[in-house]
């Protein structure tokens, strides 16, 4: 019958891709490359903000990077905004996390906020990232370039300047307007800050620009020990896969998570303990045509939609 007919089609639609997926996945090379380390520092947010515990969070973040400085990575990763603080900008910050750098031999990449003025004299306030080399030097930074709404920026405020005016309590960050790829032993990698790693536009350009990995550091304290954790990391998967490239995400509190060429999580952390998780980044794959040519298949799907859609309206017959 023509249910039956349906059926066995709807069956099929799913099956097959699911079929070819774990064909992929089983002869998908498993070999490890550059080991890195990440640090889950565990820091509860009252803590992190209340400007009394920065010299503390940052002994803390210090001490499990030089245990696992045994381990040798090639780098060693911080979450976003680390310690609270304008880690590059308070000398006495950035000389510690330069020397334990300079004394592990180990490059070490932090999240922090930033800031630096405007032609006009005004002040720029920064999500940012940047890398701390083994010789003790700093150099480019990385500002988020997608802003979390109402969160991180007022909407629409670029446009329409009396809106900076609303205070809902957000952060009032400047948006960072380009791809900064940073060195390491595994290739150029480039940075995802927070929820950008849930926008395929970024990933791709951050890949088309050089990236042979992808590094996507986070603060999922606000979210509690709830669902949004994990779902937030499951988009991360994503990224890796539509490139083809391993990704590192490092969490304030989880979910730490290593993430191969094939999106396959290769190691994890327990969510709210402190811990570094060392691994293996698997090599890059080959290029994929979603990096080549970006989401034409969505685009197309969406004229498709269109098109029925229209069709369906033009054609429908007028009421008595």
Known sequence: TARLRASAGAVLLLAMPWAWGQRVLDAAPRGSGVRVALVQGNI?????????????????????????????????????TATGSYLRKQLDQAVAV?????????????????????PAGQIRNYNAAGLFAADGSTGAIYAKRHLVPFGERMPFEHWIPALARVDFGQAEWTAGERVVLFPSAAGAFGCLICFE?????????????????????????????????????????????????????????????????????????????????????????????????????????????AALALRALTGRAPAD
């Open 197 to 305: 790693s849930i926008f395929p536009d970024l990933s791709r350009e951050t890949v088309r620009a050089g990236a042979r990995w992808l590094v996507n550091i986070t603060n999922d304290e606000w979210f509690g020990n709830g669902a949004a954790i994990s779902q937030h990391a499951a988009m991360a998967v994503f990224r890796a896969v539509e490139n083809h490239v391993p990704l590192a995400r490092c969490a304030n509190t989880g979910r730490t998570l290593l993430i191969d060429a094939n999106g396959r999580v290769s190691a994890s952390l327990p969510t709210f303990r402190a811990g570094v998780l060392v691994g293996q980044l698997s090599p890059p794959g080959p290029v994929t045509p979603f990096t080549r040519l970006g989401n034409w298949p969505g685009l197309l799907c969406g004229v498709f939609a």
């Open 44 to 80: 509860a947010g009252e803590i992190k903000w209340s400007g009394h515990h920065q010299a503390e969070i940052l002994r803390s973040f210090i001490a499990l990077s030089e245990s696992a400085a045994s381990a040798r990575p090639a780098v060693i990763i911080w979450p976003e």
């Open 98 to 118: 330069a020397e334990c750098a300079h004394r592990t031999g180990i490059p070490i990449f932090a999240g922090f906020a930033e800031y630096d003025y405007s």
